[in-house]
Nanobody, 127 residues
Framework: QVQLVESGGGLVQPGGSLRLSCVAS????????IGWFRQAPGKEREAVSC?????????DYSDSVKGRFTVSRDNAKNTVYLQMNSMKQEDAAVYYC???????????????????WGQGTQVTVSS
């Protein structure tokens, strides 16, 4: 079973930046499409971004983060990143990465497409 570990969360001021990382132990992460999701207290888990497997040539973003967040992958490090810029208070949530064992030029923004999930990393946006 693929085990995913997120890191990089923390406290950031509005307008600031954070970079989250998603690492898999013992598995080639490039064989999976990776999605980033978030969940704020009292709200449903929502999609943030995704990146296709292998070369990550396909990416997608929710409208709320488009133009501010960037997803990328470094296969040599077996890591997927979520660069978050121009952060807003409404970006505060627990962020999760998830893996979908689909190889190809596709990634999805639906939670049901993903088989494996990390434990999440907390992101707080406050002045």
């Amino acid at each position: 079973q693929v085990q995913l570990v997120e890191s990089g969360g923390g406290l950031v001021q509005p307008g600031g930046s954070l970079r989250l990382s998603c690492v898999a132990s013992g598995y080639r992460l490039d064989l999976y499409a990776i999605g980033w999701f978030r969940q704020a207290p009292g709200k449903e888990r929502e999609a943030v971004s995704c990146i296709s497997s292998i070369d990550g040539s396909t990416t997608d973003y929710s409208d709320s983060v488009k133009g501010r967040f960037t997803v990328s992958r470094d296969n040599a490090k077996n890591t997927v990143y979520l660069q978050m810029n121009s952060m807003k208070q409404e970006d505060a949530a627990v962020y999760y990465c998830a893996a979908d064992p689909v190889v190809g030029y596709y990634c999805g923004l639906n939670t049901g497409e993903y088989d494996y999930w990390g434990q999440g990393t907390q992101v707080t946006v406050s002045s």
